[in-house]
């Protein structure tokens, strides 16, 4: 994906004034207080307004056995629009959750590519924001994420998002969507293949077939394949990519062969060259595959009981 790069400014919200009702005082003492509000990194994601909304009933994915990654509820101007949970060793998200929405299936190439500040200080902004013209300003903050360079002279890779651009459809959403701890390094060929075909027919399968709201997670398994710059390891390459759907209100009159695949369906393929088509599975199937690939334990689980609506 060879996407033109501009800046553009971010907004960042004013500062609060004295002179509040009781009620809004105590709004700011508790965003002042509770760790990870209005924050970019944050410890859990129940504790930001509106970042639980891109997670079936508010719970992520369940089982990572690892404690150093990151949880990033993805602000852009000053809004969240989907979470992710980050690598800061690999450099990559290991998934990201969001909400999919109608659309037709076109892609915006005017947008920045974008940096996540609060990996590198909990004291920037909680905004993502577009990269800094001056590539010696990105040594700042490339110990915790992937920078531009890492892509630069890469022609095996393609820049994936897990969170695509064609699954949204207000612009400021599909901006937020090019942010680099949204992406991970595809072989060209699965990435303009059967990544894409997948991509697509997931967007018509729920433009046509969900009647409310769709959740959807993306994520990587990884291997020991890596993005070398200046002889350091930076960027980790997936060895497979999977993706589930959630959408428990459909239309129960659709054709069988696309009934079956609802409330939850998932897929999962090998990001290479060859042998890469994309597998439809059930979900509990694909995370039967995944446990054999992931560090998790015998309880992961990406959807909430398994995305099974209480009567």
């Known amino acids: 994906m060879r996407l033109r790069e501009k800046r553009s400014s971010v907004m960042t919200p004013a500062s609060a004034k004295w002179a509040l009702p009781l009620a809004a005082v105590v709004a700011v003492l508790t965003c002042v207080w509770l760790p990870g509000v209005q924050a970019g990194v944050v410890g859990d994601f129940n504790h930001v307004e509106r970042c639980k909304d891109s997670l079936y009933m508010g719970t992520p994915p369940r089982g990572y056995l690892s404690t150093s990654f990151t949880k990033i509820c993805q602000r852009y101007e000053d809004k969240p629009r989907f979470v992710t949970v980050y690598d800061s060793q690999r450099h990559i998200p290991m ?3 969001y909400t999919f929405k109608k659309s037709d ?6 947008f920045p590519w974008m940096f ?4 590198a200080s909990d004291k920037s902004s909680s905004n993502m924001e577009p990269f800094p013209q001056s590539t010696s300003m990105h040594m700042n903050f ?3 994420q992937a920078v531009l360079e890492d892509y630069a002279d890469v022609v095996l890779y393609e820049r994936g998002q897990l969170n695509p651009d064609e699954h949204q459809a207000d612009p400021l959403d599909k901006a937020s969507t090019y942010s680099l ?8 060929e699965f990435n303009i293949g059967p990544w894409a075909e997948h991509r697509d027919l997931i967007r018509k399968r729920l433009n046509n077939y969900c009647r409310g709201k769709a959740y959807v997670v993306t994520g990587v398994t990884t291997s020991g394949h890596t993005i070398r710059r200046n002889n350091l390891d930076r960027v980790a390459v997936p060895e497979y990519l ?4 959630c959408c428990t209100e459909f239309d129960q009159n659709a054709p069988y062969f696309v009934r079956y695949k609802f409330p939850v369906f998932a897929a999962y393929g090998l990001n290479d060259r060859v042998n890469n088509h994309m597998v439809e599975v059930p979900l509990k199937n694909m995370e039967k595959f995944l446990k054999g690939r992931m560090d998790v334990d015998k309880n992961f689980q990406i959807f909430y009981s398994d995305c ?3 009567i």
């Open 95 to 97: 998934y990201s959750a």
């Open 308 to 310: 099974v609506p209480d």
């Open 105 to 110: 299936g076109e892609k915006k190439v005017d």
């Open 116 to 119: 996540e500040p609060q990996l």
């Open 181 to 188: 701890t949204n992406v991970v390094p595809q072989i060209r």
């Open 242 to 245: 999977w993706s589930a759907y």
């Open 142 to 144: 490339e110990d915790t």
